[in-house]
């Protein structure tokens, strides 16, 4: 990490995606593709954040709404969403994410002189849930510790497979996101 803790994977290329209106961005080295609208088991007595897993390519990868954490609002549904799934090194292991997106914008490089941290006022979302903030296309830009978020959100729940898939009851309901 810099000498501002922003993590250096984000100071190279990174996708750009829309979350409730706000722009987030994440390591495109992180990213394995984009998925449109699928097919979502629901695990019951999950937590909302990960409440479902969908199946990507005969694996089954947890699926995780960035909205919960940031604290943002969760519509009841949508028709045009997209998932980014995401390869990810959580507690030490490689393992397949995926995460919920209104839209998906493109790969871009953030110039490492516009980013900064999150300020310690003046902002709804939890100052650790933010690896740091910049600017992009005119607009400001926000790239989530997933880190951090992972480990606070899916800490120590359930069991998690060397595929980052968490065991799913036989019974739960399909349903598409």
Same mark, same amino acid.
Request: proline residues 8%; glycine residues 10%; negative net charge.
């Given at each position: 990490?810099?000498?501002?803790?922003?993590?250096?994977?984000? %100071?190279?290329? $990174? $996708?750009?995606?829309?979350?409730?209106?706000?722009?987030? &961005?994440? #390591? &495109? !080295?992180?990213?394995?593709?984009?998925?449109?609208?699928?097919?979502?088991?629901? =695990?019951?007595?999950?937590?909302?954040?990960?409440?479902?897993?969908? /199946?990507?390519? @005969?694996?089954? *990868?947890?699926?995780?709404?960035? +909205?919960?954490?940031?604290?943002?609002?969760?519509?009841?549904?949508?028709?045009?969403? +997209?998932?980014?799934?995401?390869?990810? %090194?959580? &507690?030490?292991?490689?393992?397949? $994410?995926?995460?919920? &997106?209104? #839209?998906?914008?493109?790969?871009?490089?953030?110039?490492?002189? %516009?980013?900064?941290?999150?300020?310690? =006022?003046?902002?709804?979302?939890?100052?650790?849930?933010?690896?740091?903030?910049? +600017?992009?296309?005119?607009?400001?830009? %926000? *790239?989530?510790?997933? /880190?951090?978020?992972? #480990?606070?959100?899916? !800490?120590?729940? @359930?069991?998690?497979?060397? /595929?980052?898939?968490? !065991?799913?009851?036989? /019974?739960?309901?399909?349903?598409?996101?």
């Amino acid at each position: 990490m810099s000498e501002l803790d922003i993590p250096a994977d984000v %100071t190279g290329d $990174v $996708v750009t995606f829309r979350l409730d209106g706000e722009v987030l &961005a994440v #390591a &495109a !080295g992180r990213l394995r593709e984009v998925l449109e609208k699928v097919r979502v088991t629901r =695990v019951p007595g999950a937590p909302d954040f990960a409440a479902g897993v969908i /199946n990507v390519r @005969g694996s089954v *990868v947890p699926l995780a709404d960035l +909205r919960v954490p940031l604290r943002m609002p969760r519509p009841a549904e949508q028709d045009d969403v +997209r998932i980014l799934v995401l390869e990810l %090194t959580l &507690a030490e292991q490689a393992t397949t $994410v995926g995460i919920l &997106a209104d #839209a998906v914008h493109e790969v871009t490089r953030l110039d490492p002189g %516009t980013l900064e941290e999150i300020p310690p =006022v003046g902002t709804r979302w939890p100052p650790r849930y933010v690896a740091a903030v910049g +600017r992009w296309q005119g607009e400001f830009v %926000t *790239v989530p510790d997933l /880190n951090a978020i992972f #480990a606070d959100f899916l !800490g120590g729940q @359930g069991r998690t497979h060397s /595929n980052g898939a968490t !065991g799913a009851e036989p /019974n739960a309901e399909p349903e598409t996101v």
